[in-house]
C-alpha cells in the first residue's frame, strides 16, 4: 500500500475519532453534571473507551471493503486490457489467414515461366482469389454507378457536361471498400455535373 494511501486511511481514522469524541463530549459534560460523583464519571470514561473500540472496528471493517474493492478493480482493469489486446490480436490473424494464400499465388506467379497469356490468367486467378477473400472479411467494393455520394466517394476531378445528369460518376480512379457501413477507403472518382 501507498504512503497516501496510509496517511489517507490514518487521517480518516483520526477525523472519525475526533467526530465520535465531540459528540460523545457534550454527553459526557452534562452527565457530569447531573451526577457529580465518582462512579458515574468511572462508568462514562468506560462507555467512552466502548465506544471508540466500537468505532474502531466498525473503521477496520470499512478499511477491509475498501481495500477488497480496490484490488479487485485493479484486477479487473488488467483483466480488460489483456482481453482487449487478445481480441485485436485474433482480428489480426484472421484476417491475415485469408490474405496470405493470396501472397503466395503472386510469389508463384513472379517465379512461373511462360507466356504472357498463363502470366495474365494467373493475375486473373490471384485477382479473384483476393475478391473472395475480402467477400468472406465482409468487405465490399462501393458502387458508383448510383451517382455521387459524399460519404462514399471522393470527387478529385470534376467536368461539365451538357448530356449527362448532375452528379453523376464518370471515372473511378481507386475503388472504395467498405465493411457494414464502415468506409475502409472512399473511392476516388471524376463527376460530372
Known sequence: MSKDKEE?????????????????KEEVVEETK?????????????????EIQK???ELEVEKDKYLRQTA????????TAKEKEGIYTDACVDVLKEILPNLDNIERA?????????????VEM????FQ??????????????????????????????PELGTNVVVEVFMKGYKRGDKV????MVKTAN
Open 184 to 187: 475502409i477507403r472512399h473511392s
Open 110 to 122: 513472379i517465379a512461373a515461366e511462360g507466356n504472357i497469356e498463363a502470366l495474365k490468367q494467373g
Open 34 to 50: 447531573e451526577e457529580n460523583s465518582e462512579e458515574n464519571e468511572l462508568s462514562l470514561v468506560k462507555k467512552y473507551k466502548e
Open 72 to 79: 479487485e478493480y485493479q484486477n479487473f482493469k488488467k483483466r
Open 126 to 129: 490471384t485477382l479473384k482469389g
Open 132 to 161: 473472395n477473400s475480402l467477400e468472406k472479411l465482409g468487405v465490399t467494393e462501393i458502387e458508383t454507378s448510383e451517382g455521387f455520394d459524399p460519404n462514399f466517394n471522393n470527387a478529385i476531378m470534376h467536368i461539365e457536361d
Open 55 to 57: 468505532l474502531k472496528e
Open 8 to 24: 489517507l486511511e490514518k487521517d480518516l481514522n483520526e477525523e472519525i475519532i475526533e467526530e465520535s469524541v465531540e459528540e460523545n
